[in-house]
């Protein structure tokens, strides 16, 4: 159970101390990360009445992870990669360059403390917990982000077409299966397909036909270019008086008598200054965890990297417009107007953002296998991000233990996905109500 204060955005305070740094009326929240969490944090701030400032040290919004992910709103896919079959997935695949799930063994013990948590989310039970967390997250996300769509006409090369899962072996498929009355209980419509039936979902996958097992076909999810959405959606909080500071890097969170009370940061020409707020919102993707650290913070946050190409269109018959993740392989691919992204596999490297050619060299693999001739793979782009994963892969949204300090980050896989309704339900929060979003561990400030 949370505890949850009373506020009004223009009491001018977080609950606990009120405002102490600002003449205003109206509560001064800094949103640090311009990623698409980042972004929508402050949209939805910035729309329930809070005076809001945003800080990045990108020249631009949605610059690192959320730059070129996978494109996927997969409200379908709840189950964290922590699950009971992820160990043996990763034994199977072990000292193999294209791994789907390749760890890469530092001498960091972040590293080693984060794999074992893993193996602990990894039992039944967890999982499930895990599961039920993020689907109802996902569900409310899903709704949040149409509203949005609705309101703003934003446009991201986003298709409403769903997402077909597919299947390559009849084990795989016959799981698959058991996973459409589980969905539903969730309220995610979700329905089983024989491989004839994808392929009338998607002609595309005419030369897989002989290889599919099946598929899961989820009409409600979607697809878009999380760059762009995000993007747009800081040119419009701009333009609703959003003040964005770019190129500007933090150095540190500094804390009087146990309250944030500045940010300090670094300008593009090296200048030291600070910025104040009343409250502060941490967004900053895998690099939150070391700016917190000193306070006393330990997120079980860390990088798992991950790969995604982007290439033009040439045959539209032969490339893919339904949204498909393949599940053995963990590559997903979306149609992004006249672009095709393919995404996927995990490495947990450190901070290494360096492109593993044999690592991408496997998504395009995939690609010309799945969809020969539909994409000019000479002129594939190839992008590498460090999504901000916790072991179970239920982002951290609330209260930190320190007055003032938020969190609306670790999103991992589905950050996307995620983005709406984890921001609108930070909002909620910060303004004392109780986000409607069932049996989600939002924190309360005592962790
Ligand atoms: C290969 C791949 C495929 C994916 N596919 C999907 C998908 O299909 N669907 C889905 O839902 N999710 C997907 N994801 C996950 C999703 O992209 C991430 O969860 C999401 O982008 C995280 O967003 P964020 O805003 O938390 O982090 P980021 O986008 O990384 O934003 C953090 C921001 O903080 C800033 N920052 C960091 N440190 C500092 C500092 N010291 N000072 C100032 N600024 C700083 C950065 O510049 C950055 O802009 C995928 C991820 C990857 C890597």
Known sequence: MIAIPRVSPRTGGDGRSGDRNTRSLTMHVLVLGAGVTGVTTAWYLARAGFEVSVVDREPQAALETSRANGGQISISHPEPWANPGAPLTALRWLGREDAPLLFRPHADSAQWRWALAFLRECLPGRTRRNTAAIANLAVHSGQKLRALRAETGLAYD??????????????????????????????????????????????????????????????????????????????????????????????????????????????????????????????????????VAPLGEKLPIYPVKGYSITAPVIDPARAPSVSLTDESRRIVCSRLGDRLRVAGTAELNGFDTNINAARCQAILDWVE???????????????????????????????????????????????????????SALTDLISGRRPPVEHFPFLDGQR
Do not use: K, M
């Open 369 to 423: 296998a799945r969809f020969p001739g539909a994409v000019d793979l000479t002129r594939a782009e190839r992008w590498t991000g460090l999504r901000p994963a916790t072991p179970g892969n239920i982002p951290l949204i609330g209260r930190s233990r320190i007055p003032g300090l938020w969190y609306n980050t670790g999103h991992g896989t589905l950050g996307w996905t995620l983005a709406c309704g984890s921001a």
């Open 158 to 291: 986003h298709l409403e077409r769903g997402i077909l899962h597919l299947f390559f072996t009849p084990e795989e498929f016959a799981h698959a299966r058991g996973r459409v009355a589980e969905l539903a209980a969730y309220g995610i419509v979700a329905r089983a397909c024989e491989a004839d039936e994808c392929v009338a979902l998607e002609p595309a996958l005419a030369s897989a036909r002989t290889q599919l097992a099946g598929g899961l076909y989820a009409p409600g999810d979607e697809s878009g270019d999380a760059c762009r959405f995000t993007q747009e959606l800081a040119r419009l909080a701009a333009d609703a008086g959003v003040r964005f500071h770019y190129d500007t890097t933090i150095t540190g969170l500094s804390c009087t008598r146990g309250r944030i009370d500045a940010v300090e940061v670094r300008d593009a020409q090296g200048r030291a200054g600070a910025l104040t707020a009343d409250a502060y919102v941490v967004c900053l993707g895998s690099y939150g965890r070391a700016l």
